[in-house]
């Protein structure tokens, strides 16, 4: 069975850092798109940032930009989303998504795999 594992979440204070990983069971997602949606408590899932297969589309909800950057490593086994600059509305629980059809979408409901999530708490 395909899973999606991340790791990498904690705690900082606000203008920290961390660098959140995603590490796909399966070769399969070398040919997926992989994004990293963001829930905080009382609100929906929103997409944080996405990567195509090759990284030929790469996207980040305004929120992030400048901040966060998403990459893989060569074989899209893992993805990574390095976060600078964290900021308390940042706090979330992070989720790894992989989706066959190869784009950035930004509605959870279309990606097939998810990750199990990973915290993310930033103090102030």
């Known amino acids: 069975q395909v899973q999606l594992v991340e790791s990498g979440g904690g705690f900082v204070q606000a203008g920290g850092s961390l660098r959140l990983s995603c590490a796909a069971s399966?070769?399969?997602?070398?040919?997926?798109?992989m994004a990293w949606f963001r829930q905080a408590p009382g609100k929906g899932r929103e997409l944080a940032a996405g990567i195509t297969k090759n990284a030929g589309t790469i996207y980040y909800v305004d929120a992030v930009k400048g901040r966060f950057t998403i990459s893989t490593d060569n074989d899209m086994s893992t993805v990574y989303l390095q976060m600078n600059t964290l900021q308390p509305e940042d706090a979330a629980i992070y989720y790894c998504?992989?989706?066959?059809?190869?784009?950035?979408?930004?509605?959870?409901?279309?990606?097939?795999?998810w990750g199990q999530g990973t915290q993310v708490t930033v103090s102030s």
């Open positions: 998504a992989a989706t066959r059809r190869n784009s950035v979408w930004r509605q959870s409901e279309d990606y097939e795999y």
């Open positions: 399966s070769r399969t997602f070398s040919n997926y798109a």
